[in-house]
């Protein structure tokens, strides 16, 4: 099921922001930065800007001079982390970072005009020139003045991809000339070209193309003006000597839903099953709409879609699970999702699951598992990954024929280990279905086991969805499954991780140190789009009250330490959230989350301080005052649990906070950037001393008064004026 979430505006575009483009001229391409979260957006005109996009915020921002123009969009070098521009046709630029004035950087006229480059993030970019020559970009710069070949002469490049075959590139890009479309396929390991020629179709020619490789075979997708999207194979182990092969195609999808067509002009491909168009969609009866569109080619169903009010430019870009496109006068960025397709998700018939719980009790001696069999010949296969009726026939055979009769759950797990993942997901599938006669957790434990050992050798293999079900169904420990936590570990699955720490029982220090040590370094962009509990934070933590102001007087059960014992340093403030009584949070709301789950897990201080000691002293001290946040928190009501679900309490935070300062003491006690911090605990520290030290003078004459009162005669008549010193 695909579905599109939420959107933000990544920056404006006008002529005088210095950022962006008007709308007359648009946008010349969007390609990827250096890192992940990082876009480079080229105008038509002269300027290339470097954005950020979680932060929506440029980074750089470089301009060739007036009276030159960017006629190629600007990419970068992933090797190098350099940035490659060609302006007036033949000059290419190449700089970094620091440097400012692009006339200073490196420069060189080449021989030909240059159609566009592509940058491979493992092959280096490759430059296609506009007469159909392909070169390298480190052969290029050997000698930019050597000759280029001219493959295509009279006709006009409309569209190139670059792909990477093993470790070798491989450029495809499409022509036009009279009508006629060609496809040329070139493999520079061995500099050969192939070319093409697409199958005409009667009154429709196609208007955009995108492509993907898989199994050495390279799959092109077209976009027709009849509003059809049409697949044409091309297979990259040619050996004909045949001059211009004419190649078949076939319609992939139909772009017409209840009546309404969507006129497209752009599109991009998501997975195997699912296709973006970004388009006009028109009914009989009403007026064209803009809108951005997510299909299902497996099923030929319209998955969701998006109007946009605002005209856009046709343009249509994907990265990271992101959408860009311009809106109005804005570049807009719209993320989405793309689950596994099934029958049940296309028809909109997906309902959650209800499995039922197991016993909390384990009986090791009912291993055995006899109404397996049944079950498994009773159901279908789920699975839908293969288009024919034979290929499903032939996949519920294998799947039966892997589970026979009074097989333990061992025996199954065995049977299903070497058979093809839709068959193995499918077995383990209908195995879990029947949980609740099977009254033991161990069984449970073994299927985890079971989907761990698949995913070891197959690091794009990851069941996270199934997992994370599995845990929060059954009452499971560490040592039923003892690899789980080391692939979650390894996949920087914080979900799981946050999971497993608050239900298993019996994680070692080992882990619970491993999973602290991930929580305290793991980058901030990467939590934003983490899903996590955030139940044991939220009732404490003010989301928004970072942009609230810090209050210049901070109260500690009534007494103001700002008079007696001083204030928290401004220094600490410029960093970390705030909550809405202005005390200081040094970590974000995810990160909170999970450094929760931590301090709630079980562990025992003679094992665990070892490891801690490795913790890095940076994070130590981050850590420090994130558990002094808290020791404030519950102290400022004298509370002994924070509120929310899967809260730490007071004692639980006074013993790591004591445990930690026994692993670097030393250490933190000697950073400088401590210093203030550890001054402003020890004031706090001192304060409360002094608080419940009167507290308990004040229980004691209390417990006095009660005493003296049972004493005195109840017939005496007395005034009497008591002084409590």
């Given amino acids: ?149 001219n493959i295509i002469s009279d006709e006009v490049i409309k569209w190139s991809e670059a792909f990477m075959e093993g470790k070798h590139p491989v450029l495809i890009f499409t022509t036009e000339k009279d009508g006629d479309f060609f496809v040329y396929v070139q493999k520079l390991k061995t500099n050969t070209l192939h070319k093409y020629k697409l199958e005409q179709q009667e009154l429709s020619k196609p208007m955009s193309f995108t492509a993907y490789i898989k199994n050495h075979i390279i799959t092109l997708l077209c976009l027709y003006s009849n509003d059809c999207v049409y697949k044409v194979l091309i297979p990259l182990q040619q050996n004909t000597e045949e001059e211009e092969q004419i190649l078949p195609k076939s319609l992939l999808l139909s772009l017409s839903v209840s009546g309404s067509v969507l006129k497209g002009t752009s599109f991009v491909v998501l997975d195997k099953d699912h296709i973006a168009v970004l388009g006009s969609l028109t009914a009989s009866d009403e007026e064209p709409k803009e809108c951005l569109t997510i299909w299902n080619t497996k099923f030929q169903t319209l998955q969701t879609s998006k ?78 990954k293969h288009e024919s009726t034979t290929d499903l ?117 080992e882990i619970t140190y491993a999973c602290l040590e991930m929580f305290l370094s793991i980058d901030e962009d990467y939590l934003k789009y983490t899903d996590l509990d955030l139940d044991s934070v939220i009732c404490y933590i003010d989301i928004e009250s970072n942009n609230k102001e810090v209050k210049s007087e901070i109260v500690e ?80 009501k004298i509370n002994t649990a924070l509120p929310g679900m899967s809260s730490p309490t007071i004692s639980q935070i006074m013993d790591w906070m004591c445990v930690l300062l026994d692993a670097h003491f030393t250490v933190i006690v000697m950073l400088p950037e401590a210093k203030l911090f550890l001054s402003s605990m020890h004031k706090f520290v001192r304060a409360q001393v002094r608080f419940y030290s009167e507290l308990n003078k004040i229980e004691g004459s209390l417990q006095e008064l009660q005493r003296l009162h049972h004493q005195k005669d109840p017939q005496t008549y007395s005034i009497e004026v008591l002084e409590i010193i």
């Fill in 393 to 509: 026939r032939s996949e519920r055979n294998a799947v039966a024929s892997v589970q026979p009769d009074n097989l333990s759950v061992g025996k199954v797990l065995l049977n299903l280990k070497d058979v093809p993942r839709s068959i193995f997901e499918d077995g383990i599938r209908q195995l879990m279905s029947q949980a609740q006669k099977l009254d033991l957790q161990a069984s449970i434990g073994s299927v985890v086991t079971a989907l761990t050992n698949r995913c070891k050798p197959h690091s794009q293999y990851y069941p996270r969805t199934f997992m994370l079900e599995i845990v929060q169904t059954y009452d499971l420990s560490y040592s039923l499954c003892p690899d789980l936590m080391a692939l979650a570990l390894e996949r920087k699955d914080l979900s799981l991780l946050q999971i497993c720490l608050l239900r298993f029982p019996d994680i070692p220090e």
């Fill in 1 to 149: 099921m695909a579905a599109l979430c939420e959107s933000f505006t990544l920056c404006g575009l006008s002529p005088s922001s210095g950022v962006g483009v008007g709308l007359g001229g648009g946008l010349l391409a969007l390609e990827p930065g250096p890192d992940p979260d990082h876009v480079l957006l080229t105008d038509r005109g002269r300027t290339t800007t470097l954005f950020k996009v979680s932060d929506q915020k440029p980074l750089g921002c470089w301009s060739v001079k007036h009276g030159q123009i960017l006629t190629c969009p600007v990419v970068c070098n992933f090797e190098t982390h350099e940035y490659i521009a060609v302006h007036d046709d033949k000059v290419l630029r190449i700089w970094k970072n620091d440097d400012i004035n692009l006339d200073k950087v490196f420069k060189a006229t080449l021989s030909a005009e240059v159609h566009r480059i592509h940058s491979l993030p493992n092959g280096g970019p490759v430059v296609l020139f506009r007469g159909g020559g392909v070169r390298t970009l480190d052969v290029l710069l050997e000698a930019p003045q050597q000759e280029i070949e």
């Fill in 557 to 636: 059960n009534g007494f103001s330490t700002e008079q007696e014992e001083g204030t928290w340093d401004t220094e600490l403030t410029e960093e970390g959230n705030l909550t809405s009584d202005g005390e200081l949070c040094p970590v974000g709301v995810q990160r909170a989350a999970l450094l929760n789950a931590v301090l709630c897990s079980a562990y025992s201080e003679a094992f665990l301080l070892p490891h801690l000691k490795n913790l890095p002293a940076k994070q130590a001290v981050l850590f420090l005052r994130y558990l002094f946040y808290l020791y404030v928190k519950c102290s400022e």
């Fill in 307 to 384: 109007e946009l009010p605002l005209r856009t430019s046709g343009q249509l870009w994907c990265y990271e699970e992101k959408f860009f496109f311009t809106h109005g006068k804005v570049l807009t960025v719209i993320m989405y999702k793309c689950e596994t397709s099934s029958l049940a998700a296309a028809v909109g018939k997906l309902k959650d699951r209800q499995t039922p719980d197991v016993s909390a009790f384990v009986n090791w001696n009912t291993l055995g598992y006899e109404e397996l069999a049944d079950s498994f010949q009773s159901q279908q296969s789920g699975s839908l």
